[in-house]
T-cell receptor
């Protein structure tokens, strides 16, 4: 079973617009991470937010975490065509031996030039 | 610094054949992981290792075996391949409680 579920499954926007993706999860976590995957490639880590943090920024990325609702969002501002990729949230569950990550199904983002 | 590398990049097997996928990392990471990714889905953990000589089962371990004889290498074996094992396999490594770094993936087709 997948701990994280992304919403929407697919998103198409114009270059320059903002893109928001949401992730919901089921159990208590140590942290939540967002990864990007370009077509046919491996995953690249974007940002990690710990359970005691509410918001984190990295460049054009903003991640929020609401542990009471067990949800997170990833905002990409001023999107570019190069942001076209699939985005996955992954949770590191509390008391998790080996720091195993559980991935959601991903949001496929297309940014049109 | 190559990061995480995987060999082979692509392989076609017939049902019942066996093969081994190799993952190597040069970052001195303690933890290593094997995932599979099916079309349109996220990654699912097959097996993982928290140190040389140790392995543990993940979410979908059936039909796979692993070994971690050296800290830098993590091998994934398929003893008798089945069409349901057609997938893209990703290896990752990390320090404890830190970001996982992923390899480029191995595409496996089982006919």
């Amino acid at each position: 079973s997948q701990q994280g579920e992304e919403d929407p499954q697919a998103l198409s926007i114009q270059e320059g617009e903002n893109a928001t993706m949401n992730c919901s999860y089921k159990t208590s976590i140590n942290n939540l991470q967002w990864y990007r995957q370009n077509s046919g490639r491996g995953l690249v880590h974007l940002i990690l937010i710990r359970s005691n943090e509410r918001e984190k920024h990295s460049g054009r990325l903003r991640v929020t975490l609401d542990t009471s609702k067990k949800s997170s969002s990833l905002l990409i501002t001023a999107s570019r065509a190069a942001d076209t990729a699939s985005y996955f949230c992954a949770t590191d569950a509390y008391n998790n031996a080996g720091n195993m990550l559980t991935f959601g199904g991903g949001t496929r983002l297309m940014v049109k030039p | 610094n190559a990061g995480v590398t995987q060999t082979p990049k692509f392989r076609v097997l017939k049902t019942g054949q066996s093969m081994t996928l190799l993952c190597a990392q040069d970052m001195n990471h303690e933890y290593m992981y094997w995932y599979r990714q099916d079309p349109g889905m996220g990654l699912r953990l097959i097996h993982y290792s928290v140190g040389e000589g140790t392995t543990a089962k993940g979410e979908v371990p059936d039909g796979y075996n692993v070994s971690r004889l050296k800290k830098q290498n993590f091998l994934l074996g398929l003893e008798s391949a089945a069409p349901s094992q057609t997938s893209v396999y990703f290896c990752a490594s990390s320090y404890p409680e830190k970001t996982q770094y992923f390899g480029p993936g191995t595409r496996l087709l089982v006919l």
